[in-house]
């Protein structure tokens, strides 16, 4: 468990990190119960193990937000990200309106785009 939340800097100096972004999670998937009933029986879903990039609207001003998330199904905020320009967020949140989960929205190509080149990750 991290003590802080953790700046850019130190993110892009941690490759166990950047190898394991999972950049298609969407926040309604952290949500998710791990076993449902169904029609069919019952319905496992594997367990989300990795960091997630996504926007915390609870605010007046959104913020991106990297979350750790393990297979045991703990999830802690690792960092905010202040140096993103703020209507690269609004813009991502207008795209994803849709997508919104408890006030968390998804990143969008833009935004991804701007992580990958900051923390110095290939593009994808």
């Not at 952290?30 to 367990?47: A, E, Q, S, Y």
Request: charged letters at 35%.
């Amino acid at each position: 468990m991290y003590q802080r939340v953790l700046s850019l800097q130190e993110i892009k100096d941690e490759d166990f990190v950047k190898e394991n972004i999972l950049w298609d999670v969407m926040p309604k998937d952290l949500m998710k119960p791990t076993v449902c009933l169904t029609d069919c029986g019952i319905d496992r879903r594997d367990h989300i193990r990795g960091y997630i990039f996504y926007i915390d609207a609870v605010e007046d001003k959104p913020v991106l937000s990297l979350m750790r998330h393990t297979a045991a199904g703990y999830a802690e905020t690792l960092a905010q990200i202040d140096e993103i320009p703020e209507e690269m967020l609004l813009e991502a949140i207008e795209e994803n309106r849709d997508k919104e989960h408890f006030r968390m929205y998804p990143i969008n190509q833009r935004v991804k785009g701007w992580l990958e080149e900051a923390l110095g990750i290939k593009r994808s």
